[in-house]
């Protein structure tokens, strides 16, 4: 068709042999000890490892390399894209397109922060595997879904020299924030020995409320952050944005032109919530919503509708 270009593009991105860092003075495996704890959440018994108290502060021994292990550690982007152009009568113009894509990450090494005392945790290997085949029996990693994105803008030439632009955007929700930055969502539940205590509110078999979750040990006991829910369960709203833009171009002598525009983005004023705070405290109603993308404190929103006047000179 005359006009028409239409675009089908594949992406696929491997990330491996990525350093991380160690610290050889304590097992990951044999200096600690493992319990139970119950998820406020589900009811479902979580297990937890704590350090053993001769091996807690002890001077770090970091060393660093790469993780040559894929299955152990790699990090794997999958993305499809499909977009189509057209010039119509009228130098009327027309874009639209469509994408899906997702992340699936692997992170079982327990790496730790390169020049500092942290430890290889081994509370880490919870839904460290995306890909659903290592540590399973820590938790149930979900499938991952693809993410879908659409844009369509035109412009079309009006009477006397003006034009009129409209912009349509339709983005996935962000991934929940836990504690990793590629989780691709979730809740984080920090417990603090000796005083951290379940929600007020929970309800699933086994949760006491108001009990505390683990006593504690001996001083300086280390707290231990857990993953609640698995990875791809939880994302912020879907962002759609609505724009609109109208200009005309003045022509005077000595080829001098002056542009004047009107935008106004964001015309519906959309106030998606786009990255908030997921740490499980003292309640879980947030969290248990029949909405699947609530709970956690709102930290930042989409900018409100805005008007924008400006004008561009050419000599």
């Known amino acids: 068709m005359t006009g028409v270009a239409v675009n089908f593009n594949w992406f696929r991105r491997l990330l491996y042999d990525t350093a991380y860092t160690r610290n050889r003075a304590v097992d990951p495996i044999n200096d600690w000890t493992t319990t139970s704890v119950v998820n406020p959440l589900t009811g479902e018994q979580i297990t937890?490892?704590?350090?053993?108290?001769?091996?807690?502060?002890?001077?770090?021994?970091?060393?660093?390399?790469?993780?040559?292990?894929?299955?152990?550690?790699?990090?794997?982007?999958?993305?499809?894209?499909?977009?189509?152009?057209?010039?119509?009568?009228?130098?009327?113009?027309?874009?639209?397109?469509?994408?899906?894509?997702?992340?699936?990450?692997?992170?079982?090494?327990?790496?730790?922060?390169?020049?500092?005392?942290?430890?290889?945790?081994?509370?880490?290997?919870?839904?460290?595997?995306?890909?659903?085949?290592?540590?399973?029996?820590?938790?149930?990693?979900?499938?991952?879904?693809?993410?879908?994105?659409?844009?369509?803008?035109?412009?079309?030439?009006?009477?006397?020299?003006?034009?009129?632009?409209?912009?349509?955007?339709?983005?996935?929700?962000?991934?929940?924030?836990?504690?990793?930055?590629?989780?691709?969502?979730?809740?984080s539940w920090t417990i603090n020995r000796g005083s951290t205590r379940y929600p007020t509110d929970c309800t699933v078999p086994g949760c006491t409320p108001g009990a505390i979750v683990l006593p504690a040990r001996f001083a300086g006991d280390p707290a231990i952050v857990v993953r609640v829910p698995p990875p791809g369960t939880r994302y912020e709203p879907r962002w759609n944005q609505l724009d609109f833009g109208l200009r005309r171009t003045f022509r005077f002598s000595r080829g001098v032109m002056v542009q004047g525009q009107v935008d106004l983005f964001n015309a519906l004023n959309a106030n998606p919530v786009l990255t908030e705070g997921t740490a499980l405290s003292s309640t879980v109603a947030p969290f248990l919503s029949s909405d699947p993308n609530s709970g956690g404190t709102p930290t930042s929103i989409l900018q409100p509708r805005i008007l924008r006047l400006a004008a561009q000179v050419r000599f």
């Not at 937890?48 to 108290?53: G, L, S």
């Not at 790699?74 to 992340?103: C, D, H, K």
């Open 48 to 187: 937890v490892f704590q350090i053993n108290q001769n091996k807690n502060g002890i001077a770090p021994d970091l060393y660093l390399s790469n993780m040559t292990d894929t299955s152990l550690r790699q990090n794997t982007y999958t993305g499809f894209e499909i977009s189509m152009n057209a010039r119509l009568p009228r130098r009327t113009l027309v874009f639209g397109g469509w994408g899906m894509e997702r992340t699936v990450d692997i992170d079982c090494t327990m790496n730790t922060a390169n020049a500092s005392a942290t430890l290889n945790s081994p509370n880490t290997l919870r839904f460290c595997d995306q890909s659903g085949a290592l540590y399973q029996n820590l938790g149930q990693s979900a499938r991952i879904p693809y993410q879908h994105g659409f844009k369509f803008n035109g412009n079309l030439p009006l009477w006397y020299g003006f034009e009129i632009s409209a912009s349509f955007q339709s983005y996935p929700g962000a991934p929940k924030a836990t504690t990793n930055a590629v989780d691709n969502g979730g809740v």
